[in-house]
């Protein structure tokens, strides 16, 4: 019984870490580096433009796509890719555009 309750009390103590590692990244930061390295091709911006051409899609878009989550993200951007430049990335600036992105859903 004691060891029952000394795991659940492990569980519940673990909890806010969860949440917390859940919230990495802080998406006001992220917008700057958002104009930094990605406004020449993307548009950035929290309310996009129509966009002048299909060949890139603007931070808006990637956001709403369904298969947009914080790990999909992560691996695209550090994955390197012919019609991407290689930038790298401080691990909290990836943390931050990862954060600013996903602020773009829509509620």
């Known amino acids: 019984m004691l060891r029952l309750l000394l795991t659940c009390s492990m569980l519940i103590a673990g909890l806010p870490c969860l949440s917390a590692a859940a919230q990495i990244g802080d998406p006001v930061p992220g917008e700057a580096v958002a104009r930094t390295w990605c406004a020449n091709c993307h ?56 954060a600013y992105i996903l602020s773009l859903r829509a509620p």
Not at 75 to 85: E, G, K, R, S, Y
Request: hydrophobic fraction near 45%.
């Open 43 to 98: 548009d950035v911006n929290r309310a996009p433009r129509p966009p002048a051409t299909d060949a890139v899609p603007s931070f808006a878009a990637i956001a709403a796509m369904p298969s947009t989550t914080s790990m999909s993200l992560r691996v695209f951007l550090q994955t390197p890719h012919a019609a991407m430049p290689d930038y790298q990335l401080e691990r909290h600036e990836l943390d931050d555009l990862v």
